[in-house]
């Protein structure tokens, strides 16, 4: 297989084992707004981040593993994809644990409180 499709594909797998969460879920992806509302900044702020570091040479990313589409910025699409698909695919296991936890349990009561546990 051609390596510049990793990251891609990579992105298209986090989506594909994701995709049942919307159906235990809260139905994310049936209430858009809330959902731009909560993936936008994450998108805003990291492609903002990766333009910058990317025009200072901080880094960059192997062209064996990119499609070689870029975008302005010389932002390779993954890495636009990448900061939609993580934030959905968050966004879609949150909303799942939140449906299927039991009832009258809230989620700061069933995680351990580890700074108790510090010594």
């Known amino acids: 297989m051609d390596g510049r499709w990793e990251y891609a594909l990579l992105l298209l797998g986090c989506l594909a084992v994701t995709a049942p969460l ?10 858009p707004a809330e959902l731009v509302r ?5 998108v805003l702020l990291f492609t903002a981040w990766d333009v ?5 040479r901080h880094w960059d990313y192997n062209p064996a593993f ?3 589409l870029r975008l302005p910025g010389a ?4 890495e636009l994809l990448f900061f939609l698909v993580v934030p959905l695919c968050a966004v ?3 909303e799942a ?3 299927m936890r039991p009832k009258g349990i809230r989620l700061d009561d069933a995680v351990p409180d580890l700074a108790a546990h510090r010594g």
């Open 22 to 31: 919307e159906f235990l879920g809260d139905g994310v992806y049936r209430r």
């Open 38 to 42: 909560a993936v936008l900044p994450v």
């Open 52 to 56: 910058v570091a990317v025009a200072r």
């Open 66 to 68: 990119v499609t070689g």
């Open 75 to 78: 932002l390779p699409v993954e």
């Open 92 to 94: 879609l296991t949150y």
């Open 97 to 99: 644990v939140l449906t």
